[in-house]
């Protein structure tokens, strides 16, 4: 019976989930033992980054499952950003990130697509709803890092803007909107710059989180991509010949009538 859940629930799989999942977990860790201070930190440290890597990949699958090693993850990598002074990162973690995970485990379990198991249905945001969210994210981050500057952050702009987009990138992934993804990128790509200035001026050794920083950019890519395929393979399975129209037909991401 465990064996048939197993293929079920990877049968959606390719070489390069495997692949992915299992070369970014052993050189994480690997990077993780060698550059490590050693002792309970540096376990954290990795546990922290497989959990937030495997995460992030069940997020690109778009597999509910992922907000369970979602709580793990935030619960360690918020105890690490505490001991670094990274003061919005924390906040960002344990008044946000947590609770969310919640919201959107529920969200997620609402609007699962029944053809793959532990599997959610994917929406595209209209352009009046991206024009309010970009708006929304310039005015936050400027406001949240002048504040942060007069806290004591290091690196109050970047922190802020880690923060800010990583707020609102998760109110798009629990309503499972695929523009979270460009979110995400920009996040991760800011996150780690921070991070290697912090272990620059720091003399930091947690550096596993700079390996899933840079893993989670590359799985943001991956996750982009994989979303809108989904997308189409979903709209392919939902929506019959016979329920064409010529509204659908606009939508960038339909994949045309089917049987057409």
């Not at 919640?102 to 609007?111: C, E």
Request: hydrophobic share 50%; with cysteine; glycine share 8%.
């Amino acid at each position: 019976m465990f064996n048939n859940w197993i293929k079920d629930y990877f049968k959606d799989w390719n070489t390069w989930d495997y692949c992915w999942t299992i070369i970014a977990s052993v050189v994480g860790t690997w990077i993780g033992l060698q550059w490590g201070e050693g002792g309970w930190r540096t376990w954290l440290s990795i546990l922290t980054m497989l959990t937030g890597l495997w995460c992030v990949i069940l997020v690109a699958k778009g597999r509910i499952f992922n907000y369970y090693l979602g709580l793990l993850n935030i619960v360690g990598y918020a105890y690490i950003a505490y001991g670094y002074q990274l003061y919005g990162e924390v906040m960002l973690n344990a008044l946000y990130f947590l609770p969310m995970q919640f919201v959107g485990l529920y969200i997620w379990h609402k609007n699962k697509d029944g053809a793959i198991m532990d599997k959610v249905k994917i929406e595209f945001m209209s352009n009046e709803m991206r024009f309010f969210w970009t708006a929304i994210s310039i005015i936050s981050v400027a406001v949240y890092g002048y504040w942060l500057n007069s806290v004591g952050d290091p690196v109050p702009y970047l922190d802020s803007a880690s923060t800010v987009l990583s707020v609102i990138a998760m109110i798009l992934m629990a309503w499972r909107y695929m523009e979270q993804w460009v979110l995400w990128i920009v996040v991760d790509i800011v996150s780690i710059i921070m991070w290697v200035l912090v272990i620059m001026d720091k003399g930091a050794n947690d550096s596993a989180l700079l390996v899933m920083w840079s893993a989670y950019l590359i799985n943001a890519v991956y996750g982009f991509i994989a979303w809108i395929h989904m997308y189409r393979d979903q709209e392919t399975i939902l929506i019959p010949g016979d329920a064409w129209s010529p509204d659908l037909a606009k939508d960038p991401c339909y994949p045309g009538k089917i049987g057409k």
